[in-house]
């Protein structure tokens, strides 16, 4: 038996043999797959889990206004059950509800002066006011830049009701805690009052209705801080 080579192409099974080698080697290093794969991520979701980032900053979730609602036997709690008792849809937890929306939607309607809004929620008379104020401050060329960043709190502080030729008037008096932006700038865009910083505003507003007269509501009747 002739062991000998003779023409086999032993060059083409020494590369063969390299070829497959290198083959090995690469599918090692980058594995079986190829081409491009997608990247597979697992989210998990926990309650406690921190809060997101944004910019680099926590994303705070904005907390819910605590309402202070004065109890039944109290002199204003007692009050409140006469509202009801006069307007059987009247509930103190609603109307602070109300209040919340009135306070942010006059603040901001000011701030641009958007008369049509505040004719919504305030009386003739405060209506005036804020009209007088709003054109004080274009006539002085200033821009009032407020921007209600979170209200903490509403709390029910007096109640009162008065019989009157009109109806039954009655008046709430609601504090008002929140964070705000609030400045005036001139026109060359300089403070004139307040700062660009949030600050705690504390106010207290009263709000008036009839409650025996159809269509009557709840209108911004005085406003100060407190």
Do not use: C
């Amino acid at each position: 038996m002739d062991f000998s080579l003779g023409h086999f192409p032993v060059d083409l099974v020494l590369l063969a043999l390299v070829a497959a080698f290198l083959v090995l080697r690469l599918r090692s290093v980058l594995g079986k797959r190829v081409g491009i794969q997608p990247v597979q991520v697992q989210l998990q979701v926990r309650p406690d889990a921190a809060p997101r980032v944004v910019e680099g900053k926590p994303e705070q979730a904005e907390a819910a206004a605590e309402f202070d609602i004065p109890a039944p036997g109290t002199r204003v709690g007692i009050l409140l059950a006469d509202i009801r008792q006069k307007d059987p849809s009247f509930t103190p937890q609603q109307f602070l509800n109300g209040a919340q929306i009135a306070f942010a939607q006059v603040v901001g309607a000011y701030a641009q002066g958007n008369v049509d809004v505040l004719k919504t929620y305030l009386t003739p008379a405060v209506l005036s006011a804020f009209e007088a104020g709003i054109t004080a401050r274009t006539n002085a060329e200033e821009i009032q830049r407020t921007d209600v960043k979170a209200i903490r709190s509403l709390a029910i502080e007096d109640v009162r009701i008065a019989s009157m030729e009109a109806g039954t008037a009655a008046a709430i008096d609601v504090r008002i805690v929140s964070d705000q932006i609030s400045l005036v700038l001139n026109k060359e865009g300089q403070p004139v009052t307040g700062t660009d910083a949030v600050t705690e505003f504390s106010d207290l507003w009263t709000f008036e209705r009839l409650l025996d007269v159809n269509g009557s509501t709840w209108r911004l009747a005085a406003a100060r801080s407190a």
